[in-house]
């Protein structure tokens, strides 16, 4: 935990409110003699603090701004894909426990598991050492992304992006394909194909459709050689 703590810049005076937010609820539901918390009570929480930091910030940062035009600027700071990018710079997939299953799909790299890590963590950290703690943290993290909301610059799915990759090319035709589900209807778990013209560049999994395609995209601008931050 020592590693993990250096690099959110926080060290815990309770330790189980990072252990607890690492903790994902594959793990939890594999060691339920132990009484094993999951993250999800964290997320809930972590949402509200997140929204409050980032409503605050835009509020007394960004005088001219009308409120609608703060609200479309709070949402893109704390969407998914912009959470899921800045757990993915701070590792917090690498560092989370999971289940079997989970592990073996994938679940490490998923946008939106690593989106609520992320909220998890600004939770604990406000449980921990109060909103000054979360705060630091956040417009930390998140500077990058709030400056590029503010100017209306903030990255692209990568559905968008691979779309735009392909239309160099005149003639080129992309199609997303979902070639298997599994699990049951509350926990299913989809898998899709991004198809290049004939050819399958890119494969994704994710607990919705809409998921497993953006994987899909990401794969495929890998495979085409490019970055798909």
Known sequence: MDKIE????????DKSYLKWALTHSSYANEHKKSDMKNNERLEFLGDSVLGLIISEYLYTHYLKQEEGQLTKMRAKIVCEASLGEAARNLGLGEVMLFGRGEELTGGR???SILSDAFE???????LDGGIEAAQVFVLRELRETIESAAVGKLFMDYKTKLQEVIQVKKGNRIRYEIFKEEGPDHAKLFYTHVILNDDVIGTGSGRSKKESEQEAAKEGLKRLGKNGR
Do not use: C, E
């Open 6 to 13: 250096q690099v959110l810049g926080y060290s815990f005076k």
């Open 109 to 111: 790299d998923r946008t």
């Open 120 to 126: 998890a963590i600004v939770a604990a950290l406000y």
